[in-house]
């Protein structure tokens, strides 16, 4: 479903250049959960800014669904970005004048005009992060934990195809972050949505299928995860 | 140092009305390092926000160093928090078009004219959170948990008597966190700092001296931890 070839990124010239990410190839399968791992300013980031076409890679090519995305116009960029991926940005991109409800619709309201089936859907994605008491509070009004599951929601609305997800968990408390990452891997087993997860936590990358260490801009290994 | 009397914060009005605080009571003494843990949405970030006096209570008081906040002008208030205070925002609050080192000589310049003490002092602090390499690097060109560790420098670099952090290891990796955590402990530990830490993160919370839990804005229990 994901296929990466020899793609490197480097940012800045000259003296101040970094290679955020060298040479990295990478196959992920259509609903399989994999989880990366890496110290911070390995280029976790950078990785899933490329997958979901949000920035672009200095050599290399990367395909999704079979697609050379690399070829795509920033148009065509949009509408695949809209109909196949959900987007989990490490810190959130929530706007902040909206509530948690005007947050999460906001995807479905950029493709068409919403329904009654769509209010209710976001209603329901709410409930099941656990906000149904905070479903018209702004962003403003929000805990950071809140605000992240917000982004989750949002996320997940409207049933992707790829979950691209940065530190999903990173601001929640071990019994909330469990609820979620049950959340993520039941939505993969049972549509088959495919999932990338960059993580800190290692419990957290336990959901996985798989794991993968990122190390300066590399991949060191990667190793199935057994069902925990 | 710092003492807590029937604390509460009660968030908007009728319906919505959200006790984020409820009558909470607490005493923290000189030197002391505390570690606060709770699910998301207990009043964690509610509860720094008051101490560094960012918001007020709805009633209550907090004596800081003896003195009631309560009664202080907003610029006696900005004196405080500027001469006694180091603050770790939760989304770090860096200002996006300086560069790492002027966002942590930042404090110092609002205070005097900084002198080349000062700017060897700031490059000093960045070396100590690992940060060496990505001193002129603008905040947009840095990952979360760079960001993370210019934000704990920034709080850090005027030997603060109370450092206030809110999940200051949120975004970094194992390794890269415990570093950051020795940092904190060994500069209470030589120089008198107090130290109250949000965290989601047991084992962060273990290099304190004491843990406070909190559920629905009121404390659950506190426990001395043992030397680990
Ligand atoms: N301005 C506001 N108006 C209404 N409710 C608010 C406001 N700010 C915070 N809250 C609510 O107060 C509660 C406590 O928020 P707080 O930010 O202190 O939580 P927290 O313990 O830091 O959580 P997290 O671990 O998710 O960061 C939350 O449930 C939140 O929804
Ligand atoms: N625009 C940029 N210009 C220069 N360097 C950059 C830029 N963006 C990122 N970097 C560098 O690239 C490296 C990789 O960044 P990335 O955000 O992918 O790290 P990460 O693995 O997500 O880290 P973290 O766990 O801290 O979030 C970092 O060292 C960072 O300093
Ligand atoms: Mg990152
Ligand atoms: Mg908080």
Not at 119 to 140: A, P, Q, S, W
Not at 176 to 182: A, E, P, S
Request: proline letters at 3%; aromatic letters at 4%.
């Amino acid at each position: 479903f994901i296929e990466l070839e020899n793609v490197q990124k480097i940012y800045g010239a000259g003296q101040a250049q970094v290679a955020a990410l060298r040479d990295v190839t990478l196959s992920i399968s259509t609903g399989e959960f994999v989880s990366i791992m890496g110290p911070s300013g390995s280029g976790k980031s950078t990785l899933l800014n490329l997958v979901s076409a949000l920035d672009v890679p200095t050599s290399g090519s990367i395909r999704i669904d079979s697609v050379d995305i690399g070829t795509l116009s920033d148009d065509e960029l949009t509408l695949f970005r809209r109909n196949k991926i959900g987007l989990v940005f490490q810190f959130f991109n929530l706007l902040p004048t909206l509530d948690a409800f005007a947050n999460v619709l906001l995807p479905i309201q950029l493709s068409r005009r919403a329904n009654q089936e769509d209010k209710d859907r976001t209603k329901e994605i709410l409930r099941e992060v656990g906000l149904e008491k905070r479903i018209h509070h702004k962003t403003t009004q929000l805990s950071g934990g809140e605000m992240q599951r917000v982004a989750i929601a949002r996320a997940l609305v409207q049933n992707p195809k790829l979950l691209l997800a940065d530190e999903p968990t990173g601001n929640l408390d071990t019994k909330t972050g469990r609820d979620i990452l049950q959340l993520l891997r039941s939505t993969c087993d049972r549509r088959g949505m495919t999932v990338v997860m960059v993580t800190h936590d290692r419990q957290a990358a336990n959901w996985g299928h798989r794991l993968i260490q990122l190390q300066d801009g590399a991949i060191l290994g990667t190793e199935t995860i057994d069902p925990q």
